[in-house]
């Protein structure tokens, strides 16, 4: 077996290595670091999340480093702060020892002046996201004449963030016989892309599979109805008591959203998105670190560069829209060879999400039931027990008050002592789930009705006077009914858009709410007018016949949706990829499905929750 110091690496890269605990390369480094410090050849490096990328390319570079020669040598391009904030630190452990060598990193949200100061005293190598280093190159401030290793870093998420542009100015500045490394753990076209137009004849080495997902990491996924989607993300936490991890959302509104009521319903738990400033960001990432947070709620974007490696799930709140972007997220956890659990929550309608997920990463995901009221309460009894058992005692806190607890205990033999003192912990949340109703049932019953319209009798069906000659598809009709705020609890049901005008379902509970929201909205410049349409019983063809129909819907010109996604078979698989995006970029991020549900007394909020803060649901450190 390979060491560090076969790689080639000098005495003071070794002795730091060994302070941070690293005895052995990995695949990655093994392949990469002996590559570069004695080549000057391009390279791409493809390697799953979490298998030492950083230490691949900071090693060889420190090695090869002139400390005397203040100019910047290298520039390392990442997309995200937290990952641009992360390398510069792992660099600055890696050098600690080898005097003269200075480490600066630069990206939006931080004092400009400090960085330029930064700048001006000499730094050899630059980590920055591209923004703020383009920002730089255009004030004179980083200087990139001398720069021997251009490092992209992420380079796939740099392309789907839109930094091709800066990209480009960047590579304007730097010399063409610098090496240029690209590090990435997918390999999507729009990476070769990069190897074509800012590559010189790269080699190219892959450590495991490109694009498939971490071995030790194993896949699930639970089937269940928007309105269910909150309520079966506390089960799967509550039933597993020992959960610490990420929970990933689509956007920002939505992060925050499940942030704020996991923490009112008693967890651990925190947001991680772009709207926070660094300073509450850097907090935010030092609680998860050190283990006050339990649960992360975190955007894909936010999350890059996290580097915790002791996550035991990662579960998706929301599919990403980016296949690769799930291997991204998968690998948070299943670090440093230990086992983690990726969790996808979907509905039906994105059950053919999950194939093309598949594919790529090479792997089966496992279908799981929610968890029972049963089944939580039984693992967390269980979980109790495990901590009594592991619990140290300090008898030089408690020895003086032992003759006063064993007097207030007397007469209680041991059954009745166990019985009450697990009781004490464990009446709240048994009380919590007691009758609590089968989330699986739910999902199956809507399952049995695949293709059918939703229950009439829970919606409302409305006319709008918009439709496709107005630019309208249920993307649009969907930001336009969220900007009316007509509540923050709303159900979309069904969608249908015709040429002239459209209808759709909402909640009944909001009827009058929804009319009176509407008085006065404009959809591109036109007013717009919603009234409530009367529905009568389907006919023996199954089509529904509405009075504010007309001819164009008898003469089944319309299509229908349900719920924004596409029934329509010419689409085929495409649909709710499609539909879902056109979710996403509405006017309102905003998704009324995405709020918990409560009128399900049993998950809902209530002043006999069980304290997660203390006891139950709490990861011992």
């Avoid at 080639?8 to 070794?14: H, M, P, S, T, Y």
């Avoid at 006077?465 to 509540?487: A, H, S, W």
Wanted: aromatic share 6%; charged share 30%; proline share 3%.
């Amino acid at each position: 077996m390979s060491t560090f110091k076969e790689l080639g690496l000098n005495d003071e890269i070794l002795k730091a290595l060994t302070d941070l605990g690293y005895e052995t390369p990995s695949e990655i480094q093994l392949k990469a670091i002996p590559q570069v410090i004695s080549s000057n050849q391009d390279l791409k490096a493809f390697a799953q999340t979490g298998t030492g990328k950083t230490a691949a390319f900071s090693l060889p570079v420190l090695q090869e480093l002139d400390a005397n020669n203040k100019s910047t040598q290298a520039i390392i391009l990442s997309p995200t702060r937290e990952l641009a904030v992360q390398i510069g630190k792992n660099i600055q452990d890696f050098s600690k020892y080898m005097k003269g060598v200075n480490v600066l990193t630069v990206y939006g949200g931080a004092n400009i002046q400090d960085q330029i100061r930064g700048l001006n005293k000499g730094a050899q190598i630059v980590v920055g996201t591209p923004g703020r280093t383009v920002d730089l190159i255009k004030r004179r401030s980083l200087k990139l004449d001398n720069v021997r290793w251009l490092i992209l870093d992420e380079a796939d998420e740099m392309l789907n963030m839109g930094f091709k542009d800066e990209l480009d100015q960047v590579l304007e500045v730097t010399p063409d016989n610098k090496q240029t490394l690209l590090f990435s753990a997918t390999f999507p076209r729009e990476v070769e892309s990069i190897a074509r137009n800012y590559m010189d004849n790269p080699i190219e080495i892959t450590a495991g599979k490109k694009n498939t997902g971490a071995d030790n990491v194993t896949n699930e996924y639970y089937v269940v109805t928007e309105r269910n989607r909150y309520p079966a993300l506390k089960r799967i936490c509550d039933a597993n008591p020992d959960v610490y991890g990420i929970v990933f959302c689509r956007t920002k509104r939505e992060t925050a959203q499940v942030a704020e009521n996991l923490i009112q319903d008693g967890y651990n738990a925190d947001a991680l998105h772009g709207d926070l400033s660094q300073a509450q960001r850097d907090g935010v990432m030092q609680k998860f670190r050190n283990n006050s947070l339990q649960i992360l709620v975190a955007t894909d974007v936010a999350a890059r560069g996290l580097d915790v490696s002791n996550l035991t799930h990662v579960i998706n709140y929301k599919l990403p829209d980016q296949i690769e972007a799930y291997t991204h997220r998968s690998g948070r956890t299943g670090r440093a060879g230990k086992k983690g659990i990726s969790i996808a929550l979907i509905t039906n309608k994105e059950m053919g999400r999950l194939r093309p997920i598949e594919r790529k990463i090479n792997k089966k995901f496992t279908k799981k039931e929610v968890p029972s009221g049963e089944e939580i309460c039984k693992n967390q009894l269980f979980s109790l027990i495990n901590i009594v058992k592991e619990t140290e005692v300090n008898h030089d806190q408690i020895d003086t008050y032992l003759e006063s607890i064993y007097s207030s205990l007397e007469g209680l033999n041991r059954e009745e002592l166990i019985q009450k003192f697990v009781s004490v912990e464990f009446n709240k949340f048994l009380k919590y789930y007691t009758n609590s109703r089968d989330l699986n049932e739910a999902e199956r019953s809507r399952s049995d009705d695949r293709g059918k319209s939703r229950d009439d009798e829970n919606m409302t069906r409305f006319f709008i006077n918009l439709g496709r000659k107005d630019n309208l598809n249920p993307g649009k009709l969907i930001g336009l009914i969220n900007e009316q705020e007509i509540t923050n609890n709303v159900e979309i049901g069904q969608i249908e858009i015709l040429d002239t005008f459209s209808f759709f379902e909402l909640d009944k509970n909001f009827t009058d709410e929804t009319i009176s929201s509407f008085q006065g909205a404009e959809f591109n410049g036109r007013s717009v007018n919603v009234e409530v349409t009367e529905k009568k019983k389907r006919s023996g063809g199954g089509r529904r016949n509405d009075r504010r129909g007309g001819s164009e819907e008898r003469r089944g010109r319309g299509r229908r949706y349900e719920g924004g996604g596409r029934s329509d078979r010419r689409e085929g698989g495409r649909s709710d990829r499609n539909d879902s995006r056109r979710r996403d970029r509405g006017s309102s991020d905003r998704r009324s499905s995405d709020r918990p549900d409560r009128s399900d007394r049993s998950d809902r909020r209530s002043s006999d929750r069980p304290d997660r803060s203390s006891g139950f649901g709490r990861r011992r450190d």
